[in-house]
């Protein structure tokens, strides 16, 4: 079945460094989503990527959908304490069903 | 509030005791979604409607796990003969799929049902 990947599992950053997290798929996706949950919370809804190649920004966060719509990325420009959570990946391939990447836990040292 | 209710947020069972729990989507979203998710772990996909129709369902999910939503509006998610592999956060979420227009959308994540199976 359809698994997606995302490296990576955990990242450790200094206030006011960048992070990237990536997720990875084998088949080609119809649309990936990215979400956001912090501890004891539920996800909450960030992007929505649908084009190859797509490239969005929401401030400090810069989405990417790859040119073959197998990977996506999201990146995150000087970090801040209120970044700290999981970013999960999100992806369908031909129809509505979502399968969720394994997520990547961010700690931000102040 | 106007966003996804579940309920109850936490329940406590014995092995081999039904469980049903239930999801209040967002009035007008058509789309329904159920997940479990288990510590570390992003959710895991159970089922979705559109409106009433189940429109599919993880062939992960055993006979055990059983769900309706018979108006389209709210949802029920059913675990008979509870394991102890059971125990999990499970998760609703809802969305708005319009014709004509983009037929991804985001999803609105409820709070969750915490289960424990003893």
């Known amino acids: 079945g359809q698994q997606v990947m995302q490296i990576p599992q955990y990242q450790h950053v200094q206030e006011g460094e960048d992070f990237t997290t990536y997720c990875n798929s084998s088949?080609?996706?119809?649309?990936i989503q990215w979400y956001k949950q912090r501890p004891g919370g539920h996800p909450v809804f960030l992007i929505q990527?649908?084009?190859?190649?797509e490239v969005k920004k929401q401030k400090r966060l810069t989405f990417q959908f790859g040119e073959a719509k197998k990977n996506s990325s999201l990146h995150i420009t000087a970090t801040q304490t209120t970044d700290v959570g999981t970013y999960f990946c999100a992806a369908t391939s031909g129809t509505y069903k979502y399968i969720f990447g394994t997520g990547t836990r961010l700690k931000v040292l102040a | 509030d106007t966003g996804v209710s579940q309920d109850p947020r936490h329940k406590i069972t014995k092995r081999g005791q039904n469980v049903t729990f239930r999801c209040d989507p967002i009035?007008?979203?058509?789309?329904l979604y159920w997940y479990r998710q288990t510590l570390g772990q992003g959710p895991e996909f159970l089922t979705y409607?559109?409106?009433?129709?189940?429109?599919?369902k993880s062939r992960l999910l055993s006979d055990r796990f059983s769900a309706e939503r018979p108006k389209g509006s709210f949802s029920t998610l059913e675990i008979q003969r509870t394991e102890q592999g059971d125990s999990a956060m499970y998760l609703c979420?809802?969305?708005?799929?319009?014709?004509?227009?983009?037929?991804?959308?985001?999803?609105?994540f409820g709070p969750g049902t915490r289960l424990t199976v003893l």
């Open positions: 409607f559109q409106n009433e129709a189940q429109l599919e």
């Open positions: 990527l649908v084009k190859s190649g």
């Open positions: 088949t080609t996706l119809s649309n």
């Open positions: 009035s007008e979203h058509n789309r």
């Open positions: 979420a809802s969305s708005l799929a319009r014709s004509g227009a983009l037929p991804y959308n985001e999803q609105f």
